[in-house]
């Protein structure tokens, strides 16, 4: 059964940085696009970043480029979200996501799996 646990989210304030991981288990992904997205209370899920299987090929969401690196080891099937310079408009809950195909996407449909979810919260 393929499960994906996400982990690093938290309290932190403007300005600040976390680091988020999303380590998948049950089968191996280096063949899959893995992605995080996010979701504010009263709004609909968001592409936040992408990341082909390979990790040639990323795409970002414009209100976090440049902010936001995401990566990946395929070797401990894990992805990362390395979010700085954190704003109050990031607060959301952070979703990790892996699709069966290997190119990236940007819409939630579009992916096969997720986790469920890690709490970032940025105070002003």
């Known amino acids: 059964q393929v499960q994906l646990v996400e982990s690093g989210g938290g309290l932190v304030q403007a300005g600040g940085s976390l680091r988020l991981s999303c380590a998948a288990s049950g089968r191996t992904f280096s063949s899959s696009a893995m992605g995080w997205f996010r979701q504010a209370p009263g709004q609909e899920r968001d592409f936040v970043a992408a990341?082909?299987?390979?990790?040639?090929?990323?795409d970002y969401a414009d209100s976090v480029k440049g902010r936001v690196t995401i990566s990946r080891d395929n070797a401990k099937n894990t992805v990362y979200l390395q979010m700085n310079t954190l704003k109050p408009e990031d607060t959301a809950v952070y979703y990790c996501?892996?699709?069966?195909?290997?190119?990236?996407?940007?819409?939630?449909?579009?992916?096969?799996?997720w986790g469920q979810g890690t709490q970032v919260t940025v105070s002003s």
């Open positions: 990341i082909n299987w390979s990790g040639g090929v990323i």
């Open positions: 996501a892996v699709r069966n195909g290997r190119l990236v996407r940007t819409t939630p449909s579009d992916y096969d799996y």
